[in-house]
């Protein structure tokens, strides 16, 4: 005869919903769309408190589609001197955001 053990070990357990409200936060933001504007304000952020008054003075306006970074410049001699660390500064950016977003910077 079963006991009342045997019976409550072979019902099926519910799967809890049991999560990090940060994966379900980010999740949200994934499934409204969200995500891509969040990125795009961390980026400009980023690169005001990052680069300095100096080069945010020469920045014109900065966006990013596909996972790529458009920054507009004034000056062609500091999109230049940029154009050398394109590198280092999406490293940069990427530790900052703690994930690998940014594929390209691209210099306009």
Do not use: C
Not at 2 to 27: C, G, M, Q, W
Not at 50 to 65: H, L, R, V
């Amino acid at each position: 005869m079963k006991t009342l053990e045997d019976y409550h070990n072979a019902l099926p357990y519910r799967k809890t919903n049991d999560d990090k409200f940060s994966n379900i936060i980010v999740k949200m933001m994934e499934s409204f769309g969200l995500k891509d504007k969040l990125m795009d304000y961390r980026i400009r952020k980023f690169w005001k408190d990052e680069m300095g008054p100096q080069i945010n003075g020469y920045t014109k306006n900065i966006y990013s589609n596909n996972r790529k970074v458009f920054i507009q410049l004034n000056s062609s001699s500091l999109r230049q001197e940029l154009s050398f660390g394109k590198d280092k500064i999406k490293k940069m950016m990427n530790e900052s955001f703690k994930e690998e977003y940014v594929e390209e910077i691209i210099l306009l």
